[in-house]
């Protein structure tokens, strides 16, 4: 039995020092514009989730998802959010696609976290997503107008709607499309 313990830890070993040279050699590839392996997003996203519920505070959302919580929301979200998670107009943001893992494009899957764990998501960020930490920018109530707002995506009022139209000179500013050459 001795000898069989001995092996196993030496076994273990080798395959953690073995994983350890692997990646300081640069043998594993980090590249944000390559899919990364369902055992990489499995992992990922399993250990993402156990973190989120270990170290979200019980704590309740505050606020009602009242107009003026509502509004304030997607002004926050206009602001901070929009250009990663999308719009009504456009659900697919370019920028967004462009991370991995997929930034979520909240106007085509509407967040299913429970509102203390998005909370606690906007405030800390996610290492190594491109989702920073807010918690140096938006203060408390900030953040839950944003958690109201994300909760609410599917049943936003008309004056919330509006503020996620984009400004009318950003679509008239545009630039024509360039002519091609014959």
């Given at each position: 039995?001795?000898?069989?313990l001995?092996?196993?830890?030496?076994?273990?070993?080798?395959?953690?020092?073995?994983?350890?040279?692997?990646?300081?050699q640069?043998?594993?590839?980090f590249?944000a514009?390559?899919?990364p392996?369902?055992?990489?997003m499995?992992?990922?996203?399993a250990?993402?989730?156990?973190?989120t519920?270990?170290?979200?505070?019980?704590?309740k959302n505050?606020l009602?998802?009242?107009e003026?919580?509502?509004?304030?929301g997607a002004?926050l979200?206009?602001?901070?959010?929009?250009?990663c998670?999308?719009l009504?107009?456009s659900?697919?943001?370019?920028f967004?696609?462009s991370f991995?893992?997929?930034?979520?494009?909240?106007?085509?899957?509407?967040p299913?976290?429970a509102e203390?764990?998005?909370?606690?998501?906007?405030?800390?960020?996610?290492?190594?997503?491109?989702m920073?930490?807010?918690?140096?920018?938006?203060n408390d109530?900030?953040?839950w107008q944003?958690v109201t707002?994300?909760s609410?995506?599917?049943k936003?009022?008309?004056?919330?709607?509006?503020?996620?139209e984009?400004?009318?000179?950003?679509?008239?500013?545009?630039?024509?499309?360039?002519?091609?050459?014959?």
């Amino acid at each position: 039995m001795r000898g069989f313990l001995i092996g196993f830890i030496f076994a273990v070993i080798v395959i953690l020092g073995g994983t350890y040279y692997l990646l300081k050699q640069g043998y594993v590839d980090f590249n944000a514009d390559h899919e990364p392996s369902h055992t990489e997003m499995h992992l990922a996203m399993a250990a993402v989730d156990a973190s989120t519920d270990r170290n979200a505070p019980q704590v309740k959302n505050p606020l009602t998802a009242n107009e003026d919580t509502l509004v304030a929301g997607a002004k926050l979200f206009m602001d901070h959010c929009a250009s990663c998670h999308g719009l009504p107009s456009s659900p697919d943001t370019q920028f967004g696609k462009s991370f991995n893992p997929p930034v979520p494009q909240f106007f085509k899957e509407a967040p299913d976290m429970a509102e203390n764990q998005n909370f606690y998501i906007i405030q800390h960020g996610i290492r190594w997503s491109g989702m920073p930490a807010w918690s140096g920018t938006l203060n408390d109530t900030q953040t839950w107008q944003l958690v109201t707002f994300l909760s609410n995506t599917e049943k936003l009022p008309p004056a919330a709607q509006k503020e996620l139209e984009p400004p009318a000179s950003a679509t008239a500013a545009a630039p024509p499309p360039a002519a091609t050459k014959r």
